[in-house]
């Protein structure tokens, strides 16, 4: 217990703690509600979590996440909001986004290294950049049987057990729990899946959306990737026109516009150091970087929208499901590298630069090993080329294909000095970007111990996943909001989970007025 010293006591109804997506959506609702009598402590100098933003040489570019897709039928509290926002709007029946937010054409590119690393006939593809992911004519006959028979199975799965986007939108059964309890690769290969071409592509995926190969990432998880939140045409190929919402900052813009609401109410600096909750209320103690003291908050509920071992921390051994989630290790290191170029480099033949840019390998030519995801052009929502200065954003997740290699390359990702990661990070690019060494000007380095909670077998079906969302705690006075509690890490899964808990403080206080 923190010495009360000379701690100042403040009260206030509700204190949410972290100021991430989850408790940034949290205070929204909240104070929509009129429940102004709370405030935020974020223990950064900026709200936005793993959705911040940085600048380089003046230019905006994303710390952590980067993208949100135009939101489907389900994702009714987000559409909400970005249409207050005026970043979508209804037509037709369906949303679509506003040009000024919306990813411009091209979209993505792959390069493909060398002929041994070709999925497609021999020599015809390597050595170049070609747009899309992946498209059937790059591929041999075998090859794209696979895929169209994968999409298959996906749309004949998503029938029978249903997948949304938020995933709290298809009530969880038996089909989700069989397919919890094994591996994507196991599923794969009960399919007969064994595409190279195929299991790179889903490789991606995972890695890209959840930290992690397909071989720690459950076919639960595997299989919603496809049917609720990236969208396939009919015809089983990946829709490149597949509407993304993005900013120069990433997805900092938008935990901006959610940060600016709330003015005063959101301390940053506060690093909340524990929670006790009792019959009469909840005390919830931070340090002020900016003071350098100790405040009690004295409050009646509290919002842990803080991840699951940090909330665990915060509360002691008083919660036994958050005792129970908090133990797992199944979380993804990443790395986020910006790197600020005097001028563009040289491409090499094919596709022209792209919003994200991905290489086909399964190894990084680093001695990382695990492949990194490639590189986004902070500034492709302009039509013209980038001329003089400008920033890539390098992305790197590092789950890997086992709890060892993730454990070991977080132990690394902490260990290593920057100037190492720095040089892993210009090894990977070089390998495509020859001349990328004669142009970095700066690299800056965000280091993720755990960036987010890998949803291996197991850990979406978990009991205690779901008795955290219910209220906590004597009287029910804590109330968890955190994209832990999907064991999937995206913004609309943060967004919703801050909603519901501040729909569990509206309804403690007696407020009933419908917000979503
Ligand atoms: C590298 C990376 C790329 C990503 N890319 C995308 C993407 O493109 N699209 C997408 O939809 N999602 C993406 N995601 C996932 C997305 O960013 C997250 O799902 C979402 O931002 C999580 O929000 P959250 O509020 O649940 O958690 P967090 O972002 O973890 O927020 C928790 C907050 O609590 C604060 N905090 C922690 N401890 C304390 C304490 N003791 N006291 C006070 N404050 C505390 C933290 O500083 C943080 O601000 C990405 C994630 C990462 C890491």
Redesign the pocket.
């Known amino acids: 217990m923190p010495s009360l010293g000379e701690a100042q006591t403040r009260r206030v109804h509700t204190v949410i703690?972290?100021?991430?997506?989850?408790?940034?959506?949290a205070a929204r609702v909240l104070r929509q509600a009129g429940l102004d009598d709370f405030v935020l402590?974020?223990?950064?100098d900026q709200?936005?979590?793993?959705?911040?933003g940085h600048q380089m040489g003046g230019l905006p570019c994303?710390?952590?996440?980067?993208?949100?897709?135009v939101p489907g039928a389900h994702a009714q509290a987000v559409a909400q909001w970005l249409q207050e926002l005026g970043v979508i709007h209804h037509r037709h029946g369906r949303w679509v986004g506003d040009e000024r937010h919306l990813c411009h054409s091209p979209q993505e590119r792959v390069f493909v290294p060398d002929a041994s690393a070709n999925a497609g006939p021999a020599g015809v593809w390597s050595g170049q950049w070609h747009e899309g992911l992946m498209s059937p004519e790059r591929l041999s006959r075998e090859d794209q049987r696979q895929f169209e028979r994968f999409h298959q199975l996906v749309r004949q799965t998503a029938q029978v057990c249903g997948f949304a986007m938020p995933t709290s939108q298809a009530p969880w059964h038996a089909g989700h729990q069989a397919l919890d309890a094994i591996t994507f690769a196991h599923w794969l290969d009960r399919a007969g899946l064994t595409s190279r071409a195929l299991r790179w592509y889903l490789d991606y995926a995972c890695r890209?959306?959840y930290?992690a190969s397909l071989a720690r990432v459950s076919a639960w998880a595997g299989l919603q990737y496809f049917a609720s939140r990236h969208d396939v045409t009919q015809d089983g190929w990946q829709d490149e026109a597949s509407p993304v919402l993005?900013w120069p900052e990433?997805?900092a813009w938008l935990?901006r516009q959610l940060g600016q609401a709330l003015g005063e109410r959101v301390h940053n600096g506060?690093?909340?150091?524990q929670v006790q909750a009792s019959r009469h209320g909840v005390q919830v103690w931070?340090w002020s970087a900016h003071t350098q003291r100790h405040v009690c908050w004295e409050a009646q509920q509290v919002i842990l929208?803080?991840?699951l071992f940090?909330a665990q921390?915060?509360v002691g051994g008083a919660i036994s499901a958050l005792s129970a989630e908090a133990s797992r290790p199944h979380h993804?290191p990443?790395l986020?590298s910006n790197l600020l170029l005097r001028e563009p480099l040289l491409d090499r033949a094919g596709a022209p630069m792209a919003w994200d840019n991905v290489v086909f390998t399964s190894r990084s030519p680093s001695d990382v090993g695990i492949p990194a995801l490639g590189y986004v052009q902070a500034r492709h929502q302009s039509l013209a080329m980038p001329v003089g200065a400008h920033v890539l954003t390098h992305?790197w997740?590092l789950g890997g294909e086992s709890e060892q290699q993730g454990r070991h390359w977080r132990q690394a990702l902490m260990r290593d000095p920057w100037q190492t990661w720095a040089a892993r990070v210009v090894a990977d690019l070089s390998a495509v970007h020859p001349d990328l060494g004669d142009r970095v000007a700066r690299i800056d380095l965000?280091r993720?111990g755990h960036?987010?909670a890998i949803p291996g077998p197991g850990v979406r079906g978990s009991a205690a996943l779901v008795a955290l969302q219910r209220p906590q705690g004597p009287q029910g006075r804590i109330h968890f909001?955190?994209?832990?509690?999907s064991a999937?890490?995206?913004?609309?899964?943060?967004?919703t989970?801050?909603v519901r808990a501040a729909h569990q403080v509206l309804s403690a206080a007696g407020i009933s007025r419908r917000i979503i």
């Not at 909001?481 to 509690?485: G, I, N, P, Q, S």
Request: aromatic share 10%; net charge negative; hydrophobic share 45%.
């Open positions: 703690v972290g100021g991430g997506v989850a408790g940034l959506s402590l974020e223990l950064e709200v936005g979590g793993n959705a911040r994303p710390l952590g996440a980067h993208y949100l897709p890209d959306d930290g993005t990433g997805n935990t506060h690093v909340t150091v931070s929208a803080v991840p940090v921390r915060l993804a990443w986020v992305y997740a965000m993720y960036a987010m909001a955190h994209a832990d509690l999937y890490s995206v913004f609309e899964e943060a967004f989970h801050g």
